[in-house]
């Protein structure tokens, strides 16, 4: 055992189990009154012995040159209480070529000339500040708003935050857009950021990535092959598809929404026989996507069993109706094509008619949501916003809730299909009643244009429900136009009831808007806290005239309303600063 291992093993063990062994070739010193202080002198003078007189070696085409170590000397010195007496590093010569090679330390390429600029001196004193834990909240907004505006992290901030996104998995897709390529060089070097390579466009490794890559290298070859040349890629993975572990796989059928054509369907059917539970899920989604497939015929046909349109007399008034009719069982065809016999969601509580929603409503739901919304606008002759105003009945049980169950299910297929016109009928329509969450998932379809206003209109009609929150969780910012005003419009109507039940709602509202409400709100608010804060009313009952009731900055409402104000100011001038 050499004699820096015997003083590594003294250290593993402690002191008083393995005492620190003596130094050979060298003058005897004093008996250190602590054991472990001697051992870590002598561990210095190791250190320092080790690396007196070393010269790094060149690289140059067929090895390293010879060189040679020259003598060097260890003067006299002290190391803490251990006095270090002359030592001497002999003479020795570093072989030439591989063996000089071996004993080389390996070269770091040096970072690539970045092609963006980096933020302002302003920008990057408030990137810091941030990420100090100053707003931390709105680091992810600082980083897509340096990306939007073509501007990169300084290279100084890049550790700290790639030390960020190693622990907030959230936040890597905007640290990959704005670290530029200093970070994937720094990524490079510390496997504990390895997260950020080949987590962009670029999945890097060279030509040999899909055969030497990692997973997220070899997804993000496929996405950027996808979008060039659909064919190759899926080549590509079907000669290497049988050999690639089920996580794997899933992960590499995930890229096939890039690009998703006629052309992938008999690929798709034959993952639908994987062993892999999430591989046959991705495949039949995918399926479920593409217009005119066979997947979308197979599920069009059971759905027409389910739901049909049947003429009715109603107080002598004829009228078409849509007749639902849950599936009775489950069976093998319907698992291999998506639908599970627990469907998600089918033990939950039935919204507002309460109860569970049940087996049979689950399949009904999961077999709407994967039928062509084509089906629908044949069988009827109708366009969607007519069709989704029919009156709908159970075609056994009067009291079943099929309008519910037939409308979730075609909000989830217009989500599924991207199809606007379907999803602003379903909005206008004020159908899903039960599940309001289920249309502002929709919001996401319509053109920005119309977005606004869809949305405040949903919000004015859940606001006071408990509903409320969880609708606003499924609408993403920025709440611009007609949803800022319906939003500063909930938060005032929050804001001047006292119950316990509004402070709460109160306080999660202005959670949500504080990261996604535009901050050219912040005036209106800032009005509103100062109101609340200077508020007087008349307490009845005490004869003397009006008593006045400060409620004070104290308060539940106005201290929400003043963080919320503090943030919107915040991020105004972090905007700001990143397109000036």
């Given at each position: 055992?050499s004699?820096?291992?015997e003083h590594?093993?003294?250290a593993?063990?402690?002191?008083?189990?393995?005492?620190?062994?003596?130094?050979?070739d060298?003058?005897a010193?004093?008996?250190?009154?602590?054991?472990?202080?001697?051992?870590?002198?002598?561990?210095?003078?190791?250190t320092?012995?080790?690396?007196?007189?070393?010269?790094?070696?060149?690289?140059?085409?067929?090895?390293?040159?010879?060189?040679s170590?020259?003598?060097?000397?260890?003067?006299?010195?002290?190391?803490?209480?251990g006095?270090?007496?002359?030592?001497?590093?002999?003479?020795?010569s570093?072989g030439?070529?591989?063996?000089?090679?071996?004993?080389?330390?390996a070269?770091?390429?040096p970072?690539?000339?970045?092609d963006?600029?980096?933020?302002?001196?302003?920008?990057?004193?408030?990137?810091?500040?941030?990420?100090r834990?100053?707003?931390?909240r709105?680091?992810?907004?600082?980083?897509?708003?340096?990306?939007?505006?073509?501007?990169?992290v300084?290279?100084r901030?890049?550790?700290?935050?790639?030390?960020?996104?190693?622990?907030d998995r959230?936040?890597?897709?905007?640290i990959?857009?704005?670290?530029?390529?200093?970070?994937?060089?720094?990524?490079?070097?510390?496997?504990?950021?390895?997260y950020?390579?080949?987590?962009?466009?670029?999945?890097?490794?060279?030509p040999?990535?899909?055969?030497?890559?990692?997973?997220?290298?070899?997804?993000a070859?496929?996405?950027?092959l996808r979008?060039?040349?659909?064919?190759?890629?899926r080549?590509?993975l079907?000669?290497?598809w049988?050999?690639?572990?089920a996580?794997?796989?899933?992960?590499?059928?995930?890229?096939?929404e890039?690009g998703?054509?006629a052309?992938?369907?008999e690929?798709l059917?034959?993952?639908?026989?994987?062993?892999?539970?999430?591989?046959r899920?991705?495949?039949?989604?995918?399926?479920?996507?593409?217009?005119?497939?066979?997947?979308g015929?197979?599920?069009?046909?059971?759905a027409?069993e389910?739901?049909r349109?049947?003429l009715?007399?109603?107080?002598e008034?004829?009228?078409?109706?849509?007749?639902?009719?849950?599936?009775?069982?489950?069976?093998?065809d319907?698992?291999?094509?998506?639908?599970?016999?627990?469907p998600?969601?089918?033990?939950a509580?039935g919204?507002r008619a309460?109860?569970?929603?049940?087996?049979?409503?689950?399949?009904?739901?999961?077999?709407?949501?994967r039928?062509?919304?084509t089906?629908?606008?044949?069988?009827f002759?109708?366009?969607?916003?007519?069709?989704?105003?029919?009156?709908?009945?159970?075609?056994?049980?009067?009291?079943?809730?099929?309008?519910?169950?037939?409308?979730i299910?075609?909000?989830?297929?217009?989500?599924?299909q991207?199809?606007a016109?379907?999803?602003?009928?379903?909005?206008?329509g004020?159908?899903?009643?039960?599940?309001?969450?289920?249309?502002?998932?929709?919001?996401?379809?319509l053109?920005?244009?119309?977005?606004?206003?869809?949305?405040a209109?949903?919000?004015?009609?859940?606001?006071g429900?408990?509903?409320?929150?969880?609708?606003?969780e499924?609408?993403?910012?920025?709440?611009?136009?007609d949803l800022?005003?319906?939003?500063?419009?909930?938060?005032?109507?929050?804001?001047?009831?006292?119950?316990?039940?509004?402070?709460?709602?109160?306080?999660?509202?202005?959670?949500?808007?504080?990261?996604?409400?535009?901050?050219e709100?912040g005036?209106?608010?800032?009005?509103?806290?100062h109101?609340?804060?200077?508020?007087?009313?008349?307490?009845p009952?005490?004869?003397?005239?009006?008593?006045v009731?400060?409620?004070?900055?104290?308060?539940?409402?106005?201290?929400?309303?003043?963080?919320?104000?503090?943030?919107?100011?915040?991020r105004?001038?972090?905007?700001?600063?990143?397109?000036?």
């Open positions: 055992m004699t820096w291992n590594v093993t003294a593993l063990l402690g002191t008083q189990r393995r005492p620190a062994p003596a130094l050979p060298q003058p010193t004093e008996q250190a009154s602590d054991e472990a202080g001697r051992l870590l002198d002598q561990a210095a003078l190791l320092v012995q080790r690396r007196a007189g070393f010269q790094p070696g060149r690289v140059g085409t067929g090895g390293v040159g010879t060189g170590v020259g003598t060097g000397s260890v003067g006299t010195g002290s190391v803490g209480t006095s270090v007496g002359t030592g001497s590093v002999g003479t020795g570093v030439t070529g591989q063996a000089a090679a071996a004993d080389a330390p070269l770091i390429a970072a690539p000339a970045e963006v600029p980096a933020a302002s001196k302003a920008a990057a004193g408030r990137l810091a500040r941030i990420l834990g100053e707003q931390i709105v680091l992810p907004e600082w980083l897509e708003a340096a990306a939007a505006n073509g501007l990169r300084p290279a901030l890049l550790p700290e935050l790639l030390e960020k996104g190693r622990s959230m936040l890597r897709p905007a990959v857009r704005a670290a530029g390529r200093r970070g994937v060089w720094l990524a490079l070097q510390n496997t504990d950021w390895a950020l390579v080949g987590a962009g466009d670029d999945p890097g490794g060279g040999d990535v899909w055969e030497t890559g990692t997973r997220n290298q070899r997804v070859h496929l996405i950027r979008g060039t040349d659909p064919g190759q890629a080549q590509a079907r000669e290497t049988a050999k690639e572990p996580p794997d796989r899933a992960a590499f059928l995930a890229t096939f890039h998703l054509s052309d992938d369907e690929f059917e034959e993952a639908l026989e994987d062993r892999g539970k999430d591989v899920q991705l495949a039949s989604d995918l399926l479920a996507r593409l217009p005119g497939s066979a997947y015929r197979r599920m069009a046909v059971r027409r389910c739901v349109p049947e009715r007399t109603v107080r008034r004829r009228q078409t109706w849509v007749v639902v009719e849950a599936p009775h069982e489950h069976d093998e319907m698992a291999r094509d998506g639908v599970p016999f627990h998600t969601g089918s033990f509580p919204g309460g109860g569970p929603v049940g087996a049979r409503a689950g399949w009904l739901r999961e077999i709407l949501a039928t062509p919304l089906t629908w606008t044949e069988l002759g109708l366009p969607p916003m007519e069709i989704v105003c029919l009156p709908v009945a159970d075609a056994v049980d009067r009291d079943a809730r099929g309008a519910r169950d037939v409308h299910g075609w909000a989830r297929a217009a989500l599924r991207r199809d016109e379907w999803a602003r009928a379903l909005l206008k004020g159908v899903v009643v039960d599940e309001p969450e289920a249309l502002a998932d929709l919001l996401a379809i053109p920005a244009a119309e977005r606004d206003v869809a949305a209109r949903l919000i004015r009609w859940v606001e429900n408990p509903d409320l929150l969880r609708v606003l499924r609408i993403p910012g920025p709440w611009s136009g800022a005003d319906a939003v500063v419009a909930t938060l005032a109507s929050a804001a001047e009831r006292s119950s316990q039940r509004y402070e709460h709602t109160l306080t999660q509202l202005c959670r949500l808007a504080d990261q996604r409400l535009v901050p709100a005036p209106r608010l800032e009005a509103l806290a109101r609340l804060a200077t508020e007087s009313s008349t307490e009952g005490t004869g003397t005239g009006p008593a009731r400060v409620v004070g900055s104290g308060t539940v409402a106005t201290r929400a309303l003043h963080e919320l104000t503090e943030t919107l100011r915040f105004h001038e972090m905007l700001k600063e990143l397109s000036a």
